[in-house]
């Protein structure tokens, strides 16, 4: 049974979450039976409204920047550091993940082209280039480039999500939302089912030759009403599950929530959220323990009159557990979520972009004690 928040331990003993190959191992170990727990007691919520929580800190905005997709690194001294795509002026941004100062601007204007996706390994960044087509990887902390990988495979690349498979070795899933023409000049469309059949593609690549060596393991996507990938960015998995989530923004058909596939890319009758979402889904982050335990978060992005909201789901079950957001984060895209303990978020935190200029912290404790869930991983 899951331990009580106010009971579980510390995160700072959660060693794993600081490794993630290690972690990796752990899932991995237990990923045939992994236990699954009862959804936390509360109020599950309406769908609609969300629980309101602090803003620990919201960083400096740039204005024009386009700030889209945000990931996490941990230096070998221990400080946090959130990387952050600014597509409409080419760059990267680096933030301090304890203060929320923006310490460098990465590369010059336009340098990049049209950066979206961003993720870390070990001291590796992968950032999507969705006008060059490429997945850009660099070393950390020097931003030096090491390789890239996608030439002539992707076409409109724009989220990924990647995990390990063996020392050295990972399988980046790089989103691919090309576009037909459409009937009037400049003018887009969605392709015919039949040819939504390479929406993800599959990619391995050794980071630690130089320059980095990549193939492309296959292509996959839904050809039918309702496993099609139409409008596709975020995408985030589970190994322990078998599952992808893929977020559907089309607006036709993005109330129908995510898409469930498995690692294999299979679509498997499933979704997430369904019927929750009033506005694009967006970013996704796994808050993940190597017993099973853990949750989903999901953006539902909104603006204006409508509050941008973050849906919570169970990890192992699917079920909706409640939404929490703030009336001042708004038009949030990107998100990540750092497990690691701090001095100012002993428990963790949630990194969200802010209305394309900015990113914002919450505070584990606060969307934990919000939604009545557990603090740490309980074992």
Not at 118 to 127: I, S
Not at 299 to 311: C, K, P, V, Y
Request: hydrophobic residues 40%.
């Amino acid at each position: 049974m899951p331990v009580d928040a106010r009971s579980a331990p510390p995160l700072s003993g959660s060693w794993w979450k600081a490794f993630p190959g290690i972690a990796l191992l752990a899932l991995c170990a237990c990923a045939s039976q992994p236990p699954r727990p009862e959804p936390p007691p509360g109020p599950p919520g309406d769908g609609v409204a969300a629980t309101r929580i602090p803003i620990s800190f919201t960083s400096p905005e740039v204005a024009d920047a386009g700030v889209d997709s945000i990931t996490t690194w941990l230096s070998p001294e221990g400080d946090t550091r959130v990387i952050a795509s600014a597509k409409d002026i080419g760059q990267l941004f680096v933030y301090d993940g304890l203060s929320g100062a923006l310490l460098q601007r990465i590369g010059a204007p336009g340098e990049l082209a049209y950066p979206n996706g961003v993720a870390t390994f070990g001291d590796a960044l992968l950032v999507v280039e969705r006008d060059r087509g490429v997945v850009q990887v660099l070393s950390l902390p020097e931003f030096e480039p090491l390789g890239s990988f996608g030439e002539g495979r992707l076409r409109a690349p724009y989220g990924l999500w990647l995990h390990e498979t063996a020392p050295g070795e990972v399988e980046v899933y790089v989103t691919d939302s090309y576009q037909d023409a459409g009937p009037e000049p400049g003018h887009l469309q969605v392709p015919a089912l039949e040819r939504l059949d390479q929406r993800i593609k599959r990619f391995r690549v050794r980071l630690d030759e130089f320059p980095v060596r990549a193939w492309l393991l296959d292509s996959f996507g839904g050809t039918t009403e309702d496993s099609a990938l139409r409008y596709v960015e975020s995408i985030a998995g589970d190994v322990a599950f078998d599952r992808l989530i893929i977020a559907e923004e089309h607006p036709d058909f993005s109330r129908n929530g995510a898409l469930v596939y498995s690692i294999e890319g299979r679509h498997q009758g499933e979704t997430l959220g369904a019927g929750l979402f009033q506005g694009d889904p967006e970013g996704i982050a796994l808050y993940e323990c190597p017993s099973g335990n853990g949750y989903w978060i999901a953006t539902d992005q909104g603006d204006g009159d409508l509050m941008n909201r973050f849906h919570i789901f169970d990890r192992a079950t699917l079920d909706y557990l409640g939404s929490v957001g703030h009336p001042e984060l708004r038009n949030t895209d990107g998100i990540a979520l750092h497990p690691v303990a701090s001095e100012r978020f002993p428990y963790g935190v949630l990194y969200a972009v802010h209305d394309d200029r900015a990113i914002a912290a919450l505070d584990w404790r606060d969307i934990a004690d919000a939604l009545n869930l557990w603090l740490d991983c309980p074992e």
